[in-house]
């Protein structure tokens, strides 16, 4: 019984319980990590999925509801540097470019419900007499009876535009998003998302 308790007491037996309690608290940090990766991929495999059925479905009767929403979450963007090590330099790109056209879809069809249900009056001001309302400290104004009107520049954000400028950017903007759902590099994603029976992390 001495034995017993001397050996519990011992440096060796301290030192196999810390290296066991380490060693768990590895291959629980790499099996939460793993586990984290996993989740991140089903997520971002389902934000593709319900994208492309936003713009399958514009594509057939051209036109979003003005609550519609691409992308309600943007995993890929908060979880991009998991998945360095296991995709290419050009499929990271595929699919961040997907994602930047998506997000951009969802900003247009923001700005339009905007539009449609607040009409803009940006650009639009009561002019003094015209003599006055045009100097060469404003330049891209142009008079219209009572009304100065302010010229679009190429820097003008994207709110300021005109209804149906904006609509025309949103249908070419739907019309030329590649779609990649089932291509290689989402298989890629769906193979790091599923756990093998064989994969003990």
Known sequence: MEKIILFFNSNFFIAITTIFVGGFAICLYIKQRKDKKRDAAKLILQEIRYAEQKI?????????KLYDKLLPTNSWNDNIHQFIKELKET??????????????????????????????????????????????????????????????????????????????????????????????????LREISERKWYQLF
């Open 91 to 188: 499929q990271i790109d595929l699919i961040s470019d997907f994602y930047a056209k998506a997000s951009y879809i969802d900003t247009l069809i923001a700005t339009i419900s905007r539009q449609k249900n607040n009409p803009p009056t940006i650009g639009l001001s009561p002019t003094l007499p015209l003599q006055q309302s045009i100097t060469p400290a404003t330049p891209g104004v142009q008079p219209t009876g009572d009304f100065q009107v302010v010229a679009p520049s190429q820097h003008m954000e994207i709110s300021l535009l005109p209804l149906p400028v904006s609509q025309k950017i949103l249908e070419d903007v739907s019309m030329n998003v590649e779609f990649i759902y089932n291509t290689p590099v989402v298989e890629k």
């Open 56 to 64: 399958r479905k514009y594509r057939e009767v051209k036109s979003y």
